[in-house]
């Protein structure tokens, strides 16, 4: 959602590049188009004022020290990444938990925010951070909302509390109540409260979530907003804000195609920090908040550490230190762990949101490539690789005319799609020879859907020029990426 903001920074730090010695007349142009970027983001009138003008007053400030630098633009490039930190709230916040019983968490928003669905994310989050989490179907208005939740409970394997069918009957209040008490007879850690929302603001929406929050005093109040809103979900933020209270901000639908307003205004509006984001449809697509990822994201530089984290989730352990032993002893990389590799990736999601968090993910000519990437193209390779016996995965030196053509018809794959993974696995094979000697990858490294590597970094930060693209991760499963 934030490829038109991305996209406005990275041309102005180009400008900036270009100028070499930094004048006051630079800063104010460079603070002007700031201003016009973040007002055309759909990021709040008083918002941007505050922060161009502490982007200005500071730039101003350090400019003689600022012209020492050898790299000008640099420095006003770290200016404007340390406020975008603090306007996203500064150190990211977590769950306070109780010290003792049940940590109750409320969940409150408008109908359609996303809110049930979240709800099961959430639990599914925490479950797996060894908490034992209870789900309250508390949502009693909105037609088959406790069903809903009945399915996410399932799903997940988290018990749920749902004594009432909902569709307008039945105690909201008594029922969050009772949950409560459930919850310390079958000692649950952790309980969360779904409850119901409406179109748009009203009293009795209010006041039920006033009665419910009275009646169980929640640890946290985690208010639910669409960042697809813009300009409404600050005006729904301080309605819920001054009626019910809230601790903190959950941003929902970040992988749409919104403006960024709503995330980069949130903060400063209400006071309150954003704690969780969700970011697609799957019970996966769910993480803490991070400000300077976050920050980085919008400023151009991908999130590595989000990557990062996501392939240590998707790939267990044991294969990860079997597969960097293997690397490093100079062991040949076969199919076999190549399908390993893939069935990780598809637990991380779809390529396409994998490779916008690599740097210089929005630039035009990136982005472009990524766009045509084929994310069903996991499942046509894993069909592929299927199809072989295990020694034609451990040696696929083995595979002739009539063992390709059966593997095309065992996957349900042209010769020419066999033909084309085992040419790039090959080349994926010599890349990481070239790795263990300290060569690097070569550039142009083919990728799923027909996208290579760039052969240069695209902006990594003002004050460096192009250079080779900088390689950090599992060795093998960076070669399996690049020999599907």
């Known amino acids: 959602m934030f490829d038109s903001l991305s996209s406005k920074f990275s041309d102005l730090f180009g400008t900036l590049r270009r100028k070499g010695r930094i004048t006051p007349e630079d800063i104010e142009s460079t603070c002007q188009e700031l201003h016009i970027a973040l007002l055309e983001a759909d990021v709040a009138l008083s918002v941007t004022e505050g922060f161009v ?69 959430l639990a599914r989050f925490l479950k797996e951070d060894g908490n034992t989490p209870l789900l309250v179907a508390a949502d009693l208005q909105r037609p088959n909302a406790v069903t809903q939740l009945q399915v996410l409970a399932e799903s997940i394997s988290v018990p749920i509390f749902a004594p009432e069918a909902g569709n307008g009957i039945g105690d909201p209040v008594k029922v969050a109540k009772s949950a409560i008490i459930y919850a310390r007879e079958k000692v649950h850690n952790v309980v969360i409260v779904d409850t119901a929302g409406r179109l748009g603001i009203d009293s009795e929406l209010m006041q039920q979530a006033s009665s419910i929050r009275d009646a169980i005093n929640p640890h946290e109040i985690l208010f639910v907003v669409d960042a697809m809103m813009g300009q409404d979900a600050l005006t729904t933020s301080l309605a819920f804000l001054e009626g019910v209270g809230f601790d903190g901000v959950v941003l929902t639908k970040l992988d749409g195609d919104a403006k960024a307003g709503a995330a980069l205004s949130i903060v400063e509006v209400t006071g309150k920090p954003i704690l969780f984001t969700s970011s697609g449809e799957k019970l996966t ?51 076999e762990d190549f399908l390993e590799q893939l069935g990780a990736m598809k637990k991380m999601g779809s390529m396409t949101k994998l490779l916008g968090m690599l740097p210089g993910a929005n630039s035009a000519a990136m982005k472009k490539q990524i766009d045509s990437i084929d994310d069903n193209e996991l499942v046509r390779t894993q069909a592929i690789v299927q199809s072989m016996t295990p020694g034609e995965r451990r040696d696929p030196k ?76 599992n060795p093998a499963k960076r070669a399996a990426q690049e020999g599907r």
Not at 416 to 439: C, I, W, Y
Request: charged share 25%; proline share 5%; net charge positive.
């Open 398 to 473: 083995i595979l002739n005319g009539s063992r390709r053509a059966r593997i095309a018809l065992g996957s349900g794959r042209s010769v020419t799609e066999v033909n084309s993974l085992v040419d790039r696995f090959s080349a994926a094979q010599k890349a990481m020879k070239q790795m263990r000697s300290g060569g690097g990858l070569p550039a142009g490294m083919a990728l799923p859907g027909g996208m290579s590597l760039p052969t240069a970094t695209p902006m990594s930060s003002p004050k460096s020029a192009p250079k080779k693209k900088s390689r950090s991760g």
């Open 285 to 335: 697509d769910f993480d803490y908040f991070y400000p300077e990822r976050m920050a980085s994201r919008i400023l151009g530089l991908g999130d590595i550490a989000t990557l990062a984290e996501q392939a240590k989730r998707a790939l267990d352990g044991d294969s990860a230190k079997r597969l960097e032993e293997k690397f490093v002893s100079g062991q040949d990389f076969t199919l």
């Open 53 to 121: 003008e502490k982007i200005r007053s500071r730039s101003l400030e350090r400019l003689p020290e600022i012209r020492q630098s050898t790299n000008q633009s640099e420095e006003i490039y770290s200016i404007i990444n340390q406020e975008l930190i603090a306007i996203l709230g500064g150190q990211g916040r977590r769950i306070r938990y109780a010290k003792s019983g049940p940590t109750i968490i409320m969940l409150a928003g408008l109908q359609g925010s996303g809110k049930t669905t979240l709800a099961g994310k």
